[in-house]
Nanobody
Framework: QVQLVESGGGLVQPGGSLRLSCAAS????????MGWYRQVPGKQRELAAS???????NYADSVKGRFTISRDNAKNMVFLQMNSLNAEDTAVYYC???????????????WGKGTLVTVSS
């Protein structure tokens, strides 16, 4: 099995910063794309940022210039540095990874359980 565990969420004031971390563990041969999604109650889960295993990044327009995604391939980890946070960034943030568990297997999508980010004064 593969587990994704997020950390780093919490309460932050508007204009503040947080850094989210996600560690993938278990039966992992390789990981392709890793990403961070976020979801507000009553709304669809949306992509915040993603990064390929060779470092190509993609950001939602709403977070461009404020969020930075990075990864440590050796440790199977992905990070999200969030700056200039505002109330609209309040959401549960989920880690996502496309994992291949063996050389001949297909990539399978895995999700973490989420970490809550609350931006409020």
């Amino acid at each position: 099995q593969v587990q994704l565990v997020e950390s780093g969420g919490g309460l932050v004031q508007p204009g503040g910063s947080l850094r989210l971390s996600c560690a993938a563990s278990g039966s992992i041969f390789s990981i392709n794309v890793m990403g961070w999604y976020r979801q507000v109650p009553g709304k669809q889960r949306e992509l915040a940022a993603s990064i390929t295993n060779d470092g190509r990044t993609n950001y939602a327009d709403s977070v461009k210039g404020r969020f930075t995604i990075s990864r440590d391939n050796a440790k199977n980890m992905v990070f999200l540095q969030m700056n200039s946070l505002n109330a609209e960034d309040t959401a549960v943030y989920y880690c996502n990874a496309d994992v291949r568990r063996a050389f001949f297997s297909n990539f399978i999508e895995y999700w973490g359980k989420g970490t809550l980010v609350t931006v409020s004064s």
